[in-house]
């Protein structure tokens, strides 16, 4: 069975940094390219960014409103995905999820979730 | 940066009422395109992927068309467990993003 459990989320002060975990199990964690989707209080699913596999290249991808703050990296011997934010904002309050990506039908889709971690960016 | 707007924003419909979701992309995104299910303290779903194909579990009372910038998602007979927000999302090219979302009340 797929898990992904997310941890590390709290609350932080405008302008600090968090660090949070994605631990993977239940497939071939090396091999599968993996995302981070936010959800805003009383707002919708935000793509955040996404890590390929190393045989993939290991590359990134962010989203525009995060890009240069946040940096998703991975340690396949953990089975682990990580997401380092920094230069938090407000705006930067969300429940985050770790998604683990499929190829379905050619289409990359976003096909396992975890039960998501909360940020909370306050002073 | 792709954008992707859906409509309406909201919809209250009645049990066995034909549903349409409407999604649009800001450029071509071919049949890239997918769509989630969310219901308040789950986990977002996976419907339908590849514009039309229907993930494996899924009733068949989902239904989804499209190409190239705008698509469509159809419930066909709403049920009661059917409501929660709707999110169309484009794979196409990185960043992927999501749409704003539809959320269906019954």
């Known amino acids: 069975e797929v898990q992904l459990v997310e941890s590390g989320g709290g609350l932080v002060k405008p302008g600090g940094s968090l660090r949070l975990s994605c631990a993977a199990s239940g497939f071939t964690f090396s091999s599968t390219w993996m995302s981070w989707v936010r959800q805003a209080p009383g707002k919708g699913l935000e793509w955040v960014g996404r890590?390929?596999?190393?045989?993939?290249?290991?590359?990134?991808d962010y989203a525009a409103p995060v890009k240069g703050r946040f940096t998703i990296s991975r340690d396949d011997s953990k089975d682990t995905v990580y997401l380092e934010m920094n230069s938090l904002s407000s705006e930067d309050t969300a429940v985050y999820y770790c998604t683990a990506d499929q190829t379905l039908g050619g289409v990359i889709v976003h096909g396992y979730w975890g039960q998501g971690t909360l940020v909370t960016v306050s002073s | 940066d792709i954008q992707m707007t859906q409509s309406p924003t909201s919809l209250s419909a009645s049990v066995g009422d034909r549903v349409t979701i409407t999604c649009r992309a800001s450029?071509?995104?071919?049949?890239?395109l997918n769509w989630y299910q969310h219901k308040p303290g789950k986990v977002p779903k996976l419907l339908i992927y590849a514009t039309s194909s229907l993930k494996s579990g899924v009733p068949s009372r989902f239904s989804a068309s499209g190409s190239g910038t705008d698509f469509a998602l159809t419930i066909s007979s709403l049920q009661l467990e059917d409501f929660g927000t709707y999110y169309c999302?484009?794979?196409?090219?990185?960043?992927?993003?999501f749409g704003p979302g539809t959320k269906v009340d019954i």
């Open positions: 450029q071509s995104i071919s049949s890239y």
């Open positions: 999302h484009q794979s196409y090219t990185a960043p992927f993003a």
């Open positions: 890590i390929k596999s190393k045989t993939s290249g290991g590359t990134t």
